[in-house]
């Protein structure tokens, strides 16, 4: 008996020794896991939480216009500037014991492997924030244990090197909400029109309840299911202490508006504008050492909302149901700020932009650009030449040119600048050139912005080498600005994902390319296009906007066989227009000749309503006087052409419109023309 007791004992303190040593050796195997997983996160480090963020446009007041994302859209943003009813609605949806575990919560794990065994297949996940951080970051979403036991060891790895906060905010951030949107704040913008911070309690349920099915729980794509996710969520809030028992009752109770149609329709605010915006941000960005690709970027244009809605409705008035097409822009001449810009009729059919990449011919709003070339020469308001019909010989004698005027016509007098101007006169356009030469015209564009090539043919002075919408805008921007070297731009500063200025727009500065005086004497020159006390054989190009004009503007149009060029300002906007046709048709249809003018006009007047008239201030050393506009001389009532003109002091007239010499001299034309002729150049009637 004794024998048997005592065997029973050596056998039971075998069978403890084998249960120590198989606890001893299962702790040692799970210390052993535990520090090779530690030294395996160790040595692989902190992994990266780097994802794609969309790059955000603002307008001049720092409303937001518009995005730019590469495969995901995303706007990253701090949990303080999230709603409080969000962040607590997924704690108590997702992981209620997110800050008590380190990454796993074991009890959750348990239950779910019991289910899966039972079922013989992964039927029901344990996951925490963390590792649905993980997976948003580096897994796919396939239900396999390798999946999972990868997702386990990237969680472990986030556990360790960061804090509970930042993989919190690092979730809200990467979540997937449907229709393209990721994060809270994507979500929200799409969902409620609004940023996430702004979220009412209700407004956060719905869009935490999406994050368990997009497909399924999408309140635009199945309203029913969303709202009883939605009260899932919410009674889950106030189970769990986040809200009170009344909260989740109002919640319940409110109707949620959905403003997802204000999405769509800011998505389409100054698609080419913001194509413009992106072009120069990669350049910028380069130069500075960063890559655009990082994303994240916050932009801050020069984009004026008012003067960008406003042209987009005149075009879409005005412009015929056709093939027709428009580039416009506009710029202030004191900052060179772009504040609207469209380069096409319709951006979804062609983003090709109009305004900055065509190259078109601008006809007769080219003659400014002549003309402040001939101010230099000693040329003013008050130089007559004569007009009559003239051939042109250059290139040596080998080659003629005889240009003609819009209707066919010619002067059969002598006429003056402002008066050649105003009625846009070819004739003395290219007598001006054959006076200056080339060279100073050529050198005069250049210095106004103006990248063109000019051929030695007197058509040049007729607008006949290709240029882009914005070089002549420009060109003219730097007029309005009184002659100083106002450089277009479209952005005021960028800012990184961590909201560090990289970049940030310098002044202008005040150099003067032509002299304020000439800009000043050109500026008004340029208004009288729009006064009828010019006509002549043919009447001022700009009658016909007269009618809708309640403020001073200085402007140009230009025609030739297949585009039409506006380009005009007050004292603190300038204005440019092309409408055309992009590819071998020529304008023959009176509405298609028509539209630039309607546009151009209603914008301005469009922009300006409201603000006082503003006059354009001579320079100092410009003086007004009224003159004859047929004879130049100092108006008495004898003589009924008159018209206020602004020269330089030096060419002040000191005859009377009266005076009998001053008469002769103008209706003879003795000292006009020098008999010069010029090249028969292939192109049709300009402007």
Not at 332 to 341: A, D, N
Not at 429 to 439: H, M, S
Not at 452 to 468: N, Y
Request: proline letters at 5%.
């Amino acid at each position: 008996m004794q024998r048997v007791v005592y065997i029973k004992k050596v056998k039971r303190r075998k069978t403890f020794k084998r249960l120590l040593l198989l606890s001893v050796t299962a702790l040692t195997a799970v210390v052993t896991v535990f520090l090779l997983l530690r030294l395996y996160a160790q040595v692989t480090g902190a992994p990266s939480l780097s994802v794609p963020k969309a790059s955000v446009f603002l307008d001049k007041s720092g409303k937001q216009i518009g995005d730019r994302f590469t495969a995901e859209r995303r706007y990253w943003v701090d949990l303080d500037d999230m709603s409080p009813f969000l962040i607590d609605a997924v704690i108590a949806t997702e992981d209620k014991n997110f800050y008590s575990h380190n990454g796993f919560d074991y009890r959750r794990i348990a239950g779910a492997l019991l289910k899966d065994v039972k079922a013989g297949r992964k039927v029901e996940g344990a996951s925490t924030i963390t590792m649905q951080y993980a997976k948003n970051l580096y897994l796919t979403f396939e239900k396999t244990w390798k999946r999972k036991f990868d997702e386990a060891l990237y969680a472990y790895r986030m556990e360790i090197f960061y804090d509970k906060d930042v993989i919190l905010e690092g979730y809200m951030n990467t979540v997937y909400f449907g229709h393209g949107m990721y994060g809270v704040e994507a979500a929200s913008k799409f969902y409620f029109g609004k940023p996430a911070k702004d979220l009412t309690l209700e407004e956060s349920a719905v869009i935490v309840a999406i994050a368990k099915g997009p497909s399924i729980y999408s309140p635009i794509e199945n309203p029913e299911k969303s709202k009883e996710r939605k009260m899932l969520v919410l009674s889950l809030m106030e189970a769990q202490g986040y809200i009170t028992a009344r909260q989740e009752e109002r919640a319940n109770l409110e109707q949620i508006t959905l403003k997802t149609r204000e999405w769509a329709d800011s998505k389409r605010v100054a698609p080419y504008f913001l194509d413009e915006v992106w072009r120069e941000a990669e350049k910028v960005l380069t130069a500075k050492g960063r890559s655009p690709a990082e994303g994240g970027w916050t932009i801050r244009t020069t984009l004026d909302p008012h003067h960008q809605q406003s042209a987009e409705e005149v075009i879409a008035k005005w412009m015929p149901n056709n093939d027709l097409q428009v580039g416009f822009m506009s710029i202030e001449p004191e900052t060179g700020y772009i504040t609207s810009l469209v380069g096409g009729v319709d951006y979804t059919e062609s983003p090709f932009n109009r305004a900055t990449q065509a190259k078109r011919q601008p006809g007769s709003a080219m003659k400014p650009v002549l003309y402040a070339a001939a101010l230099e020469e000693g040329f003013n308001p008050l130089t007559f030449l004569s007009t009559e019909k003239t051939i042109f010989t250059y290139d040596e004698g080998r080659s003629t040119y005889e240009p003609s005027n819009v209707n066919g016509k010619f002067a059969g007098h002598p006429i003056s600048l402002a008066q050649a101007l105003a009625i846009s006169d070819n004739i003395f356009a290219v007598k001006t050139l054959e006076e200056i030469g080339y060279k100073k015209f050529s050198k005069m564009a250049e210095r106004l912005g103006v990248d063109a090539t000019f051929p030695e043919s007197p058509a040049v002075a007729l607008g006949t080498s290709d240029v882009t919408l914005s070089d002549m805008t420009s060109a003219y921007n730097r007029i309005a600005s009184g002659g100083t070297e106002i450089k277009p731009i479209t952005i005021l500063s960028i800012a990184d994902s961590e909201g560090k200025t990289v970049y940030e727009h310098p002044k202008q500065s005040k150099k003067q390319v032509i002299s304020a005086q000439d800009a000043s004497v050109l500026t008004h020159l340029m208004t009288g296009m729009f006064d009828p006390v010019f006509n002549d054989y043919t009447s001022s190009t700009g009658l016909s906007m007269r009618q809708k004009q309640s403020r001073p503007y200085a402007a140009k149009s230009g025609t030739t066989i297949s585009d039409q060029y506006l380009i005009g300002f007050t004292p603190s906007l300038t204005a440019g227009l092309w409408t055309g046709f992009d590819v071998g048709k020529q304008l023959t249809d009176a509405q298609d000749k028509a539209a630039s003018k309607k546009i151009w006009i209603e914008f301005m007047e469009t922009v300006h309503r409201g603000k006082p008239p503003e006059p354009f201030i001579p320079a100092q050393g410009v003086n007004g006087v009224i003159i004859d506009v047929e004879t130049g001389g100092i108006a008495v009532n004898e003589c009924e052409k008159q018209r206020l003109v602004y020269v330089k002091e030096k060419d002040m007239p000191q005859k009377l419109c009266t005076d009998k010499t001053l008469r002769e001299q103008r209706s003879s034309g003795e000292s006009e023309g020098d008999g010069k002729t010029f090249e028969l150049f292939p192109f049709s009637f300009f402007e």
